[in-house]
């Protein structure tokens, strides 16, 4: 029996995503033997030739290997293609040449703006592509999907007519790094950490995705969406999720996402703050009156049985100080009786995704020579154990695509879940912060959050 | 004021234990500002002179800075002294030409096989060098603190005859280490720790004693005691009362030591296994027919609320593969959902007493690439974060013998306790094993302790 070959279409082929993760995502994937036989098919409106496609990506892979360049360059097509204006016929028939050698599966990637989501996938419809003889198709949207609640629903009911749920991977990259794949195997194989993962023995769970760079190429988009929609609504409630989800019955297919998705129905933001770093509206493709957010602060509650009561904080911002995303869960203090001895601070877990990708617990410990305690931290640096070569987000992710793995996509019932904690922020203020500090100087968070 | 002075006698000057422990344990509370004002007098029957007593420990003194070393000369004199038949009267003279120069305190140090300790103690009593004027006087206690239950009240109804138990400080050494007594620390300024530390969450805890070398100097005294009676008894019991007892009121005072008696009171041996090494009984002082074990293996049980069902293994043994000092807690297996995904064993925490000192805990985690777990640990190592130079076990009881801290040290009860157990030990055939091994090749505990 021949081997089944996969087509990846790519639209929006031209743009900053395909250069700097999904090529290079498709080329791990190569490299690791995660793909044989398969075919990039890129689309987008600018003229562009599939050798400068692959080369504008070579900076953003690690290890460049020629043959596999080569390779890639062979097996990859450049079609333009306006997404308003032409029809698909040109891409319905390089399809069907490929079908013809054997080439069945196909995953669409949306790798254009959310504006585009509906055009394409009925003129996917329209021409018959998904017409799907022997093969599957599958289709796959970037962030953002939608940027409220209602124009969520809107597109999801419009790609509903078109596609089956089944066929729908809303990708949060996120949930591809393995840090993040991480914490469900933290949680729940180490029977240590039920007894002591709730409002009990919790004192409050902290998100931080702080980033020490600005807007890059992104101005027109950022500056609609914003950090709350740009990293908290789908990023940072997914951390949240991942975390503080009850024990799902497997860890494959919908019982992870039906967890999450209970789980994100009973979050509620308590208090927003915001910033705007110094000079944005000064940048490319920003209002120059822009109110849009570069930074924000949130506490955020749970209320079910478990978490009732435990703050949780999240941070997340633009040209900050650091780049650093972690979650930390800090414990409650010992009521200790003891004089002199008695710890500073509760214990810490916490989980670093970026940088020095790992996880540490903070213990108290005996300061030698004294009778009094030291916190220290035990830390298990995944790199050390692991080697550098850990696949990455996109990688993980196309694999679970090929497998039509969905667990670590977002279902609608998630997605409609967060948006209806987004919607519901309400704005004071919005700070203005110095580039590289640790954000505006308001009173609230500055002591909690580390 | 005058700082007041302190003399250490030690009896049993030439022994090994004062050339190993008590001159380099004097020497690095020197070293560390402990004691300024002290004077050493070492008496034993045999002739030596003070420089040679000095000089004979300078290999097991690490940091040697030899104004310090010279320091140790001057303030150190010896006498010789037969127990047995020498009166005390010369001692009595040189402290209290001592006691004129204002060195008031006195430590009396009994490092010599436990049948001199009555005959001393009285002789103590008898020449009135007791009758202290101005400062306190300590008497210090080696193992073995008599050989069973029946000679150790025995000679603890002689010594109370003499002193007052505050003034009796049995010592222990093990728990001087800092690692020992970080346990208390760990256990008790740690939120994380008490609610799974029992026999809903606690699959078994094993105390491992492992030693690469043989009887070394001890022929004799070690052919009367026995693995059993030489480290079990006393190190052992020690740790796993550490490891075990409920929570004291305070770190100070007879807290802990009340807490570790009741928790004794309830330890019992369930299974014993000897052994001994090949070629023992062909050593200098060893019998020739010796049935001395030189290695044990015990489960024990702790019948209360927190500890039923919880096995608990001792391991201790002369010349096997390591030397190795270790605690480890094993927490039981997750009641796992996951196929594939389940981890093979449950959460461990393992305390390093030597060498490498520290504390690790084993966690499953992601395996990279893989939805399957697998563990790893996160280690502190306790030099890497404080230094090479922390304090070792007789410094840091010296330290306590000095403040009138009793903690450290072994109460009567506690002794007794730990007797009551020792003396049921049902001993059954004693096994041989081969030097460098592992120990006896018995089934029993072959698959259990690591």
Redesign the interface.
């Known amino acids: 029996m021949k081997e089944s070959g996969l087509v990846f279409i790519i639209f929006g082929a031209t743009g900053d995503l395909t250069k700097r993760k999904l090529i290079p995502g498709i080329y791990n994937l190569l490299n690791?033997n995660g793909i044989k036989k398969f075919h990039i098919i890129g689309a987008a409106k600018d003229p562009m030739n599939k050798d400068k496609l692959i080369d504008s990506s070579k900076k953003f892979i690690k290890t460049k290997k020629p043959k596999l360049l080569s390779k890639l360059k062979k097996t990859t097509g450049y079609l333009q293609l306006d997404f308003n204006k032409s029809e698909f016929t040109k891409l319905k028939s390089e399809l069907e040449r490929l079908e013809k050698k054997g080439f069945q599966n196909k995953i669409f990637y949306f790798a254009t703006g959310s504006n585009n989501f509906e055009i394409i996938s009925e003129k996917l419809k329209k021409s018959g592509i998904l017409k799907n003889k022997s093969g599957w198709s599958r289709v796959v949207f970037e962030k953002p999907f939608g940027s409220d609640l209602k124009s969520s629903d809107k597109l999801n009911k419009c790609l509903q007519k078109i596609f089956d749920e089944k066929q729908i991977y809303r990708i949060d990259h996120y949930l591809g790094k393995?840090l993040v794949?991480?914490i469900s195997?933290?949680r729940?194989?180490?029977?240590?950490l039920?007894?002591?993962w709730n409002n009990?023995?919790i004192e409050n769970i902290q998100i931080i995705l702080d980033e020490d760079f600005g807007i890059k190429e992104r101005g027109p988009f950022y500056d609609t969406y914003g950090a709350i929609k740009d990293v908290i609504q789908n990023h940072m409630l997914q951390l949240l999720a991942l975390i503080t989800m009850e024990?799902p019955?497997?860890?494959?297919g919908d019982s992870v996402r039906s967890k999450k998705a209970k789980l994100l129905q009973n979050v509620k933001i308590k208090k927003t703050i915001t910033g705007q770093y110094d000079g944005y509206t000064r940048e490319k493709g920003i209002a120059r009156k822009s109110k849009t957010e570069t930074f924000a602060a949130m506490s955020l509650e749970i209320n079910n049985k478990r978490w009732k009561g435990v703050p949780i904080y999240f941070r997340a911002g633009k040209y900050l100080d650091k780049k650093e995303t972690k979650i930390i869960i800090r414990?409650?203090?010992?009521?200790?009786?003891?004089?002199n001895?008695?710890?500073t601070k509760?214990?810490e877990l916490e989980i670093r995704i970026f940088p020095n990708e790992g996880?540490?617990?903070e213990?108290?410990?005996?300061?030698?020579?004294e009778?009094k305690?030291t916190p220290?931290?035990?830390?298990?640096c995944?790199s050390c154990?692991?080697g550098p070569n850990?696949?990455e987000g996109y990688e993980?992710l196309f694999k679970d695509i090929i497998k039509g793995d969905q667990s670590t996509f977002i279902r609608e019932d998630e997605l409609r879940n967060s948006w209806k904690i987004i919607d519901k922020v309400k704005r004071g203020k919005l700070h203005k912060y110095k580039k590289g500090s640790k954000g505006p100087e308001t009173k609230f968070m500055r002591n909690i959050i580390k």
């Open positions: 690791h393995e794949e991480n195997i933290v729940f194989s180490n029977a240590m039920e007894p002591i009990k023995h024990m019955d497997s860890f494959s414990f409650k203090k010992i009521k200790c009786l003891f004089e001895t008695c710890p509760g214990n996880i540490s617990l213990l108290n410990t005996k300061t030698p020579g009778s305690s220290i931290k035990m830390d298990f995944h154990v692991f850990t696949p993980n």
